[in-house]
């Protein structure tokens, strides 16, 4: 019996090599997060330095005189609430028509019995691969036809659904558990209330990564907004940026601000709802 149990020199060794691997686990997120944030931070840097400094070799890696200007400059300068503005506006309709979309849409991939529900839910998934870039010259045209040109339905409309996220959707409704929903058949429930009451709260950490991802895809789209608008009134965040360092040649700390500016909604996002963001996605990775 005393033969089989470890012995202490053996524990120990086994307790030290725990303790490296984890502190060498640590020393790796810990040197993948110094990537990810130097850039971030750098332009943070250059939006509070002079040209000057940030033109000087060694380079400055602290602001010791912050030049909080470059910021109401930027704002001023770039027409930066008036971007914003449209911004918000695109983002919220492209935001909530996703949700909405791919919450009836993953409902009835998961609950709903249909003639060929698979092959259009792997048609669903195609649309996947299907690059932006393929298919920007139909929706163009399909915009202009419909008289949608320079207008926010002509930046909106075309992204009102995702197959990538009725995708994530379905996966989260597949783990609501069967007796649940013959429970709320025999208390009367159709499906309109079981999915309002029951299915989507359940999937509520889904649904807000699902409203994240959507939100940041519409806040920074540049390419599709400078194709559909001509003048200022519909363009957005994106497109005043590049207008902004075009006339800030020789101010490059006011794009560098500009940029801070629009993209500290991004920020302020992702603080909020982290936690919503890794439920979602790790919602659904058991049950396919």
Not at 125 to 144: C, D, G, Q, S
Not at 160 to 168: D, E, M, P, V
Request: hydrophobic residues 50%; without cysteine; charged residues 10%.
């Amino acid at each position: 019996m005393h033969g089989d149990a470890p012995s202490p020199r053996r524990t120990a060794s086994r307790n030290r090599r725990r303790v490296l691997l984890k502190v060498l686990r640590y020393l790796l997120l810990t040197f993948l997060a110094v990537v990810i944030v130097f850039p971030l931070y750098i332009t943070v840097v250059n939006s509070l330095l002079s040209p000057q400094q940030i033109a000087s070799r060694p380079p400055t890696f602290f602001p010791i005189h912050p030049q909080w200007g470059s910021y109401s400059t930027a704002w001023d300068a770039g027409h930066m609430s008036e971007y914003m503005l449209n911004s918000v506006i695109v983002t919220a309709i492209i935001t909530v028509g996703q949700v909405a979309t791919a919450i009836l849409a993953a409902y009835a991939f998961a609950f709903l019995e249909f003639p060929l529900k698979r092959a259009l839910f792997v048609l669903f998934l195609a649309t996947l691969m299907v690059p932006f870039e393929v298919t920007i010259i139909t929706n163009l045209t399909t915009i202009t036809n419909l008289g949608w040109y320079n207008s926010y339905q002509g930046l909106a409309v075309p992204f009102l659904a995702t197959g990538f996220g009725a995708f994530l959707l379905r996966q989260a409704f597949l783990q609501v558990p069967p007796d649940l929903k013959d429970a709320a058949s025999i208390d009367g429930y159709g499906h309109w209330r079981f999915m309002t009451r029951v299915a989507v709260p359940l999937a509520r950490p889904t649904v807000a990564a699902l409203s994240v991802f959507a939100f940041l895809g519409a806040w920074n789209q540049y390419l599709w907004p400078l194709l559909v608008t001509k003048d200022d009134r519909y363009r957005t965040v994106q497109i005043g940026l590049k207008q902004l360092s075009s006339t800030s040649l020789d101010q490059v700390n006011v794009t560098f601000a500009g940029v801070v500016i629009a993209a500290l909604p991004l920020v302020v996002l992702l603080l909020i709802f982290q936690k919503q963001l890794v439920r979602g996605l790790t919602a659904g990775a058991v049950k396919g």
